[in-house]
Each structure stands twice: as C-alpha cells, then as structure tokens.
C-alpha cells in the first residue's frame, strides 16, 4: 500500500485559511500531511490584494512542498485557482470541489453566473473590492450563533478582478474530482452545483449550508478520508 497522500485545503473568496481549523486539526490527529495555502486576493489592504494568477501560484507552492501526492480540497472559489494549475504540477491524486466552482478554460467566476453580480455583493467605491452582506445567512445559516458570529469577524474583503480573470486550463480534465454538493447552500444555488458537478468523476451531498467545514466537519473529514483511502491503495 502507498503512503496515504497530503492533503491541502483551499479556501474560498473573503475567508481566511483558518476557515479550515476543525477540518485541518481532525486530519493531523490522524496523521496526516496538511497544507492550508493563504490566497493572496482576500485581505485587509486593498492595494496589496493578489490576482487569480496570483493565488494559482500560492496553490501550485503549496502543491510543490508537499512529500509526496496531495489531495486538494477546494471551497467556493478556491475551485478557480485549484482548477487552473492541479494538472500541471504532477503532485495531485485527487480534486474535490466542496460546493466549489468547477469551471473550464476561458470561464471567469462571474462569467459563471451569467456576468451578474449577486445582490449580496458590496462592490467598493474605487470598484476594486468586493465584500459580502448578509454572510450569516449567505455562508453560514446552518451554523450556531457563536460559530457564524466568529467567521463573519474573520471575513477580508476580495480582490474583485479575480471574479473577472478567466481560467486558462481545466485540471479536472485530466485528474479525478469529486463534487460535493451542498444542499443549503444559500451561495452557490443547488442547480448550478450540480451542473458543475457533471463534470466530476463522483458526486457526494452534504445537507449544509455553504461552509460545511464550520457546519459539519466531521462529514467533510470522512469524504476526504475516503478519498486518500483509495487513493492510497
């Protein structure tokens, strides 16, 4: 049997890699290799927010230090900057796409959604960021009180370009993914995940809200359990 893969988890717009904690700490108790990469689009100082390629450069370091092969667990748009550089890097067994954008070459996250921006979007005046309303409701409406409270306070605001920047290659064209679906997801609507997850080699559902890593870790560490199993064997 192989070494059971690395896993590196990628998080979405706005969010920080601390997003991932209770899903993170679970796999390191039980051994594994994880990698949480810091996207450079979301922050505090607008004026130093990266690009979509720049995050795809954070992403592909992280694949690059990581022992052996990795499992890359995206969420929301972390889909995009995984999207474009997991093939390339000859270090990944395995994409999931948790309630992520699994777009192909040429898409833009807004493109995505038809090139309209969700009213839940608050654009900046120098029209550079974008920062949600309402993310209680948005992101984390099956989690308690105190849990939500605490993610909304670690929001940054997001670099707006990389909503409009489009993705050069698709990695799920050549590697295994899953899709995971999350059923209320208040973000990402149910039917444009599982168009998305069309193009997935599997297809799991999660009956949660858009961040089950706060919501129902405990669920998100046994589908990626599952997944470094078999590519482990």
Partial sequence: MRAAPSVVLVHGAWHRPSCWSQVACQLIGGGIDVRVPDLPSAGPDAGRLGSLAADADVVRAALAEVPGKAVVVAHSYGGLPVTEVAAGTGKVAHVVYLCAFQLDRGDSLLSAIGGNEPPWWITSADGKTV????????????????????????????????????????????????????ERDNAIPVFAQEAMSQRASAVRRLATSHSPFLSRPDEVVAIVREILAAAAG
């Fill in 131 to 182: 920062t949600p309303a309402n993310p209680r409701d948005v992101f984390y409406n099956d989690c308690t009180e105190e849990v939500a409270a605490a993610a909304e306070a670690a929001l940054e605001p997001q670099a707006k370009a990389a909503f409009t920047q489009p993705l050069r290659n698709a990695a799920w064209r050549e590697l295994p993914s899953t899709y995971v679906i999350c």
